[in-house]
Structure formats: structure tokens, C-alpha cells
Nanobody, 125 residues
Framework: QLVESGGGLVQPGASLRLSCVVS????????IGWFRQAPGKAREGVSC????????GYADAVKGRFTIWRDDGKNTVYLEMNNLQPEDTAVYYC????????????????????WGQGTQVTVSS
């Protein structure tokens, strides 16, 4: 139901745009989040978007650098990542949570039920 793309190897300071294609039947009825997991670390919430599109959440480490938005016509949620740093290196996942449940701007991974396969982002000089 969720398919990520857009990862890659970039130098510090570069930008990437990740895409998450969400199945049409659920695209507008779920909260969508972006998460990442670096080697040896727990999965963490990066950014999330409420089903209505009215609310967003960002981790402190990415505020001002990352932006989440969606294109309903393409059933896609994007994560624009600017000024990438080596500490942003991780596998990035998108995930969905039913709109029937509340939306938390903290983007806790444990609240999301449906997950994509992930896309690798590596930031290195």
C-alpha cells in the first residue's frame, strides 16, 4: 500500500525529495508519516501529516530543513530534505495510520500500522 522512492547518495548540503505513493483507496483517509532508522539506532519519527492535511509534525533535528506535503492527485506524500548532513543517513520509511485514530505531531512510530519497504539515504563527502 505504500511505496517509497527517491533515496540516494549525496554530499553534505545537498537536497533530496522522497516520495511515498499511497494506495488510492486510503490516500486521503490516513495520517502519513516519514520515519528513519540508522544502523544500530531505533526507528524515529521525522515528519508526519494529518489525514486532513491541516497538521504537521517535525522532529527537532529536521525542523527548518525538511518539509512534508502531499499531492492528492498523485496519491503521493513527499518529504523534501534540504541541507542534508551525515547524521541524516538512514533508511527512510513512510507509514500510515488510520484517520480514526488521533494525530500526534510527535510522529511516534509505534502508532503507525502500515509501512513501506524503505529507501536508503546516505549523506557523505
Amino acid at each position: 500500500q505504500l511505496v517509497e522512492s527517491g533515496g540516494g547518495l549525496v554530499q553534505p548540503g545537498a537536497s533530496l525529495r522522497l516520495s511515498c505513493v499511497v494506495s488510492k483507496t486510503t490516500a486521503d483517509s490516513r495520517h502519513i508519516g516519514w520515519f528513519r532508522q540508522a544502523p544500530g539506532k531505533a526507528r524515529e519519527g521525522v515528519s508526519c501529516l494529518s489525514s486532513s492535511g491541516a497538521s504537521t509534525g517535525y522532529a527537532d533535528a529536521v525542523k527548518g530543513r525538511f518539509t512534508i506535503w502531499r499531492d492528492d492527485g498523485k496519491n503521493t506524500v513527499y518529504l523534501e530534505m534540504n541541507n542534508l548532513q551525515p547524521e541524516d543517513t538512514a533508511v527512510y520509511y513512510c507509514a500510515a495510520r488510520s484517520y480514526r485514530y488521533s494525530f500526534s505531531e510527535d510522529c511516534p512510530p509505534i502508532e503507525y500500522q502500515y509501512w513501506g519497504q524503505g529507501t536508503q539515504v546516505t549523506v557523505s563527502s
